[in-house]
């Protein structure tokens, strides 16, 4: 994320008059990483490895916004941000308490029947995974919405229905976790609730996406004055 915000001031700021010579590159990046991140993640069976690709898939997200190149673009890149980092802080929490013995477990697999065993697990990991998957009105869906705005305001329109179309792909994967624990059946139960800090960051974390909403308002004031302040520069 900091590489990202990095590669964002210098592109809106040194480059930002430059704009139709890296556009086309920045495009091809783009919607190379959400095809790569939307096909690679659908045939994972490790969750780490997928949500590596996820991670792939979401950074491309983010270049739509920077590709656009106006202040609707990086605003909705910095919104993003914002987003992601809570829902996979959160995910990744998650992961870390997946033990089964003592011994941690990173198979998708290993989730089978967590409603039953663990049902607030289970739950919190629900919500990262339709937030990642864009459904309103969680976190996940402003950063896109705004992205995918910003292509279009700047005639992006190939762009954005790429973006769409890779995100429907990518709610596959999603979705598929949501389905092994919440409807299949448990075979080795993980070990108890989740420890004291990874408890806390994962509410703190889903509280977060699930509202949202609440502060987007002054989030997206903030945003659009940086980049207001960036393409000044």
Do not use: C
């Amino acid at each position: 994320m900091a590489a990202l915000a990095l590669f964002v001031r210098v592109m809106a700021s040194p480059f930002g008059e430059m704009l139709e010579s890296w556009q086309q590159i920045l495009i091809f990046v783009s919607i190379a990483s959400m095809a790569l991140g939307a096909f690679a993640a659908m045939v994972q069976t490790n969750i780490k490895r997928l949500m590596a690709y996820s991670s792939i898939g979401h950074m491309g997200y983010a270049l739509v916004g920077v590709a656009a190149g106006n202040q609707a673009g990086i605003t909705g890149v910095m919104i993003y941000l914002a987003a992601y980092i809570f829902m996979n802080i959160g995910t990744f929490a998650l992961i870390l308490a997946m033990r089964r013995g003592g011994r941690l477990v990173e198979n998708i697999s290993d989730l089978s029947g967590l409603s039953k065993t663990h049902p607030m697990m289970a739950l919190a990991l629900m919500i990262f995974m339709f937030s990642m998957a864009g459904i309103p009105p969680l976190a996940g869906f402003f950063g896109k919405w705004y992205v995918f705005m910003a292509a279009v305001k700047a005639d992006l329109f190939g762009l954005a229905v790429i973006g769409v179309l890779a995100s429907v792909v990518g709610a596959f994967y999603y979705l598929r976790i949501i389905k092994i624990m919440y409807f299949d059946d448990a075979t080795q139960p993980l070990d108890g609730n989740v420890g004291g800090d990874l408890r806390a960051i994962v509410f703190g974390s889903a509280v977060i996406t699930v509202l949202f909403l609440l502060a987007l308002s002054p989030i997206y004031d903030q945003a659009q004055q940086a980049a207001a302040s960036l393409l000044a520069a």
